[in-house]
């Protein structure tokens, strides 16, 4: 048996803002939507991982969803334009990743990181 895809459900009643934060903000393209369910991504392929941590590394607490990009600069300056505070960041972490944490519109803390 193969895992083919790990998907990350987030329960709320307005899915606008999962529109306005993961769509235009994060650039990810609307792949499926049945009105009550909406699905976001990327024709990118990706690696499936699951992570587990008792912390988020230099002392940070541990994100709930992780979001690897391509340009951080990009993502940190949409997510200044759209108003989202940075909880931290951006910084440049001993093992090779410059990230930032912001919260998305559900409140879930969202570590968007490039490697370096």
């Known amino acids: 048996m ?15 803002k999962a529109a306005a934060f993961y769509g235009d903000i994060l650039g990810l393209e609307l ?16 690696m499936v991982q ?9 002392g940070t607490s541990v994100p709930d969803l992780s979001i690897e990009v391509d340009d951080i600069e990009a993502a940190l300056e949409r997510c200044n ?5 940075i909880e931290y960041g951006p910084v ?12 998305d519109p559900f409140g879930k803390l969202v570590n968007i ?3 370096e």
């Open 2 to 16: 193969k895992v083919k895809r790990i998907m990350s459900n987030t329960a709320t009643s307005d899915l606008g």
């Open 50 to 58: 699951v992570s587990f941590g008792s912390e988020g590394g230099s």
């Open 81 to 85: 334009n759209a108003g989202v505070p």
């Open 92 to 103: 440049s972490e001993p093992w090779g990743v410059r990230r930032f944490y912001v919260r």
């Open 113 to 115: 990181l490039q490697h």
């Open 31 to 46: 792949l499926m939507d049945h009105g009550w369910f909406q699905t976001y991504g990327s024709d990118e392929r990706m």
